[in-house]
């Protein structure tokens, strides 16, 4: 346990939006009191996916309170620099709701798509480059930035953030999560890509990296993406969390225990309905099971 109360999402999928709208589903889930609305970075998938930086902007205008959040950055889609520049208007016109999710690379065929080597592509170094530079931009210290993966010369971005806007990192090998526990702010996982078990225990590899820089390790957030189905004719594998009201509750509360305090839930089937089912009979319970 980490003592934090859980915070709950919400992942906005093209098929929802495309159903209902994006400022329709961002209202309803801030209606319902989530804390957090994300949608993926894709580009070229071979089916229609959102342009995440958009439908976040439609979404943070939309609402008053929710933050939001791109799940997760793929770092050669966007210079750093412009991400910089990005993050910081929509923080700003936001009133300070944003949270900054970067990759580890992304899918190997989106980064053939747009003439990048794959390999090279979703390198550790990548992302720890690409988190430094975007720090430095809103620091007003980019100087001459001279990486493997990206350079600068003499940018100055201006206004500056009012507020440190927080990095979450999506990765997965062990390499990459020291990285994460090392530079940034928070960690974002799947669990359909790493069950609980394997993601707890590199929570203790990202834990060991952040007290080795210096890092107060309870200050790094540990988040992740789940599908959560309320179905009593569903059962829970290690990919989701599914059944009653109550064993969805109790699974939620499990992962909470086991150091993971923000929660993003991937909708099936009809996303209104489970959002609501979430609010009412899952959610206030997972807060009593850890509380």
Request: hydrophobic share 45%.
């Amino acid at each position: 346990m980490t003592g934090r109360a859980p915070r709950f999402g919400i992942l906005l999928t093209y098929a929802e939006a495309s159903r209902h709208g994006v400022a329709a589903v961002a209202q309803h889930a801030e209606r319902l009191g989530f804390d957090l609305l994300t949608a993926w970075d894709h580009i070229h998938t071979g089916g229609p996916e959102l342009e995440v930086w958009t439908a976040l902007t439609w979404a943070a205008a939309s609402t008053t309170r929710i933050a939001v959040a791109p799940n997760v950055l793929a770092p050669f889609h966007r210079h750093p620099l412009v991400v910089a520049k990005m993050a910081e208007t929509l923080d700003r016109l936001s009133g300070g709701r944003l949270i900054l999710g970067y990759g580890s690379g992304g899918r190997p065929e989106e980064a053939e798509a747009l003439g990048l080597d794959a390999g090279s592509a979703r390198k550790a170094q990548t992302l720890g480059e690409a988190i430094e530079l975007t720090r430095r931009a809103w620091e007003g210290r980019v100087g001459d930035f001279d990486g493997r993966f990206f350079r600068a010369h003499g940018a100055n971005l201006e206004p500056r953030p009012e507020r440190r806007i927080p990095i979450w990192a999506g990765t997965y090998g062990p390499r990459a999560v020291e990285l994460t526990g090392r530079l940034a702010d928070g960690w974002l996982p799947s669990m359909f890509r790493l069950p609980l078990d394997e993601a707890v225990a590199l929570r203790g590899r990202l834990r060991g990296a952040a007290a080795g820089a210096g890092r107060d390790p309870d200050g790094v957030v540990c988040a992740y993406n789940l599908q959560a189905t309320v179905d009593p004719a569903q059962r829970s594998t290690p990919q989701r969390i599914a059944g009653s009201a109550g064993e969805v509750a109790e699974g939620l509360a499990e992962i909470v225990r086991r150091g993971f305090t923000h929660l993003i839930l991937v909708p099936a089937g009809d996303g209104f309905e489970q959002r609501e089912r979430l609010a009412a009979d899952v959610l206030p319970a997972v807060r009593q099971l850890v509380g």
